[in-house]
């Protein structure tokens, strides 16, 4: 439906107070993300809920290919501590022993789309997994050297905040349908 000025006006006031109230609910986030306000990861997974269909069956898919992403970031990790890939050189700078370990990871990584896999979701995922890893308040968190207490904290903020986010994009959606349903009659 195409929405008269002042019709979309209403539109853009509802999304703004849903984006203020994020940003009122993100206050006590961090309580329950070891410290880390990450925000910026519902807003992302938000506008994912869109790319992904605007329905729930797709924004539950959408939170399992963060959950693939993560998945993925991982084992580029451990990947390139194995001996071998480890001791590859960085001439000029570049590092051949990630290229190689996501080189290896993204090819079945891709393949999940087969199994329905939303990849990219996948992608976004992974690249809000490592952005995690160096959150300050992460580092705070965890006891010095235990990389799975990292890994599993930094997991479950940016799948707290995707959840949040896609929850947000169900909302918008369902209200907005609710608006122009009334518009209709």
Not at 9 to 20: D, K, N, P, R, T
Not at 49 to 70: D, E, M, P, R, S
Not at 99 to 123: D, K, S, Y
Request: glycine share 10%; charged share 10%.
């Amino acid at each position: 439906m195409s929405l008269s000025h002042k019709q979309l006006f209403v539109v853009s006031c509802g999304l703004a107070l849903q984006a203020a109230i994020l940003v009122l609910i993100n206050g006590v986030m961090p309580k329950v993300t070891h410290g880390m306000d990450m925000m910026w990861i519902a807003f992302q997974a938000w506008a994912v809920y869109f790319v992904a269909g605007c329905t729930a069956l797709n924004g539950l898919k959408a939170w399992i290919g963060y959950l693939t992403g993560i998945i993925a970031s991982i084992a580029i990790i451990k990947l390139m501590g194995v001996p071998g890939i480890i001791d590859l050189p960085k001439p000029g700078g570049m590092n051949l022993g990630m290229a190689l370990a996501v080189f290896i990871v993204v090819i079945p990584a891709i393949m999940t789309e087969n199994l329905r896999n939303m990849v990219p979701a996948l992608f976004i995922g992974s690249g809000a997994f490592f952005a995690s890893l160096g959150h300050a308040e992460l580092a705070k968190a965890v006891p010095s050297g235990c990389q799975t207490t990292q890994f599993l904290y930094a997991a479950q903020t940016e799948l707290i905040y995707c959840a949040l986010g896609l929850s947000f994009g169900f909302i918008t959606v369902f209200w907005r349908g609710k608006y122009e349903a009334s518009l209709a009659k």
